[in-house]
């Protein structure tokens, strides 16, 4: 049975305040006329009551007390949906004090009661650190009219359970540490306003899924490492992945797919994602940093592209599921252990006609270990395919004398580079022979039977001539390069 309580009226009529019991929960529905009234509203039922409603203007010290009951009392739903709330925020730290610290173990955090709570239409911001550590908040509704959020709002609520979690349009920005150890946290929607995914903003989470809108241009360093995603498609916008790590740890990703404009793969980007078989690596990319795809199994063929240069420290340690790889002519370095325990590799083909470089560690190079009954990786019989006349470049430079069968092939002929100090270059890319030079240096492509195909001057920028597969001799800068399209 529920009994009605006397309304209370206070100084100045500044807060009407109604209350209701229910067995063992009571809540208080409390008016307020004027912002920083609602302790005076509340009085002594502060720490006895469940559920709170509050309405009219709300500000810091409010947002206190509301703390307050849920710390020391065992408030748990706050509904602020007619509040308003002073500059239209949540404060930094509302629901996260200094007090919820054992004073003689400054380690030992003690978690407030709050459970549930409704922002009101109006709130455009939650300040930084404003529900952080709050250990049993299972659920929050955001208003629409919400545009930022603060540094690590949310950070470690383990028990926030949205499903989905469907962030306003109008918000740009997932900040530092946002969502934070969130491990109760499944799906997300992003809006198709969003430009930027900061750093750690869902390490940790129990995040499967969530969309990449076209239009994100930016996912800092560890966004969402230890997470639970098991496909991520990027958009071609999303040209900026700032510092490692990105998708590290996502034991069930089985699919990542980059941007093709993207010129640097991150260290570690899917570290350890343990079941990742689909991946591509973009067009662009002129290197692929260290232990980007450690111990990815990978699938099938991998073809890396022309213009990629340096593949760094353990890059495809442990792909043990690829069984053919294609290196550019443009590739000069190959990092320690980059190609190590290639176990299901069948074939090999390298485009260049000087080897890369190998980083050794001692008597390992970028392929493991000779001794392949040690390291479970390539085996040093499989056919490995290079250009006409580099055969004795690659059975005598470190690490590629491993292999002992290799096979030339006119079908590799070298796309080289051409030194006259100008910096001119000539590669092949998406049916396109292309040219970089210097303003002013004159080129022609011919056919093997001296058939001119194209020819023109150089103006600075990159010169593309489409041709059809097959064999073309490229003069520039008073070089001449045979390249197979």
Not at 173 to 183: A, D, L, Q, S
Not at 203 to 220: D, Q, R, Y
Request: overall charge negative; hydrophobic content about 40%.
């Amino acid at each position: 049975m529920r009994v009605t309580i006397l309304l209370i009226s206070f100084l100045a009529a500044c807060a009407s305040v109604y209350a209701q019991t229910a067995d063992d929960k009571s809540y208080i529905k409390a008016e307020l006329t004027a912002p920083g009234t609602l302790a005076e509203a509340l009085g002594d039922r502060a720490n006895t009551i469940d559920s709170l409603v509050v309405e009219g203007p709300i500000n810091d010290a409010d947002f206190y007390t509301m703390w307050s009951a849920t710390f020391y009392g065992k408030l748990s739903a706050i509904n602020l949906e007619k509040a308003k709330a002073e500059d239209n925020r949540v404060p930094a730290r509302a629901f996260y004090r200094s007090e919820q610290f054992d004073p003689d173990d400054n380690m030992t955090l003690y978690m407030t009661n709050l459970r549930n709570i409704i922002l009101g239409e109006g709130i455009e911001e939650i300040g930084e650190s404003a529900f952080s550590y709050s250990g049993h908040l299972h659920e929050v509704t955001l208003p629409s009219t919400l545009r930022r959020l603060g540094r690590a709002c949310f950070c470690d609520c383990p028990k926030l359970s949205i499903s989905p979690l469907i962030l306003p349009e109008g918000l740009e920005e997932i900040p530092n540490r946002c969502f934070m150890n969130c491990k109760s946290l499944s799906e997300v929607v992003l809006p198709s306003t969003i430009k930027s995914i900061n750093n750690s903003a869902f390490l940790s989470t129990g995040v499967t899924k969530i969309n990449f809108p076209e239009g994100l241009e930016m996912i800092g360093e560890t966004a969402f490492y230890g997470a639970d995603l098991g496909e991520v498609i990027l958009p071609e916008s999303c040209i900026n992945l700032e510092g490692d790590e990105q998708f590290a740890f996502n034991r069930n990703l089985k699919k990542l797919l980059l941007p093709d404009g993207l010129s640097a793969v991150p260290s570690g980007i899917a570290f350890e994602c343990e079941k990742l078989l689909e991946v591509n690596i973009p067009s662009k990319a002129v290197t692929i940093g260290k232990e980007a795809f450690y111990r990815c199994p990978l699938s099938g063929a991998l073809t890396l592209p022309e213009g990629l240069t340096a593949i760094e420290a353990k890059a495809f340690y442990g792909c043990s599921g690829l069984t053919e790889v294609t290196f550019p002519s443009t590739l000069k370095t190959l990092g320690a252990e980059s190609c190590a325990g290639w176990s299901g590799l069948k074939k090999m083909y390298c485009r260049a006609a000087i080897p890369a470089e190998c980083v050794m560690t001692g008597i390992t190079g970028p392929f493991g270990d000779p001794d392949t009954s040690v390291n479970g990786g390539i085996l040093p019989n499989i056919p490995v395919y290079i250009p006409v006349g580099s055969i004795d470049s690659y059975r005598k430079a470190d690490g590629w004398n491993i292999f002992f069968n290799y096979i030339e092939s006119e079908d590799l002929s070298a796309i080289e580079t051409v030194t006259d100090g100008a910096n001119a270059t000539v590669t092949c890319n998406g049916g396109k022979i292309i040219i970089n030079a210097k303003a002013g240096k004159g080129y022609s492509v011919y056919s093997l039977d001296g058939r001119v195909i194209a020819s023109g001057t150089t103006d600075g920028a990159e010169s593309g001539v489409a041709v059809n597969p097959g064999c073309y001799i490229v003069t520039v800068a008073g070089n001449a390069v045979k390249i197979k399209m």
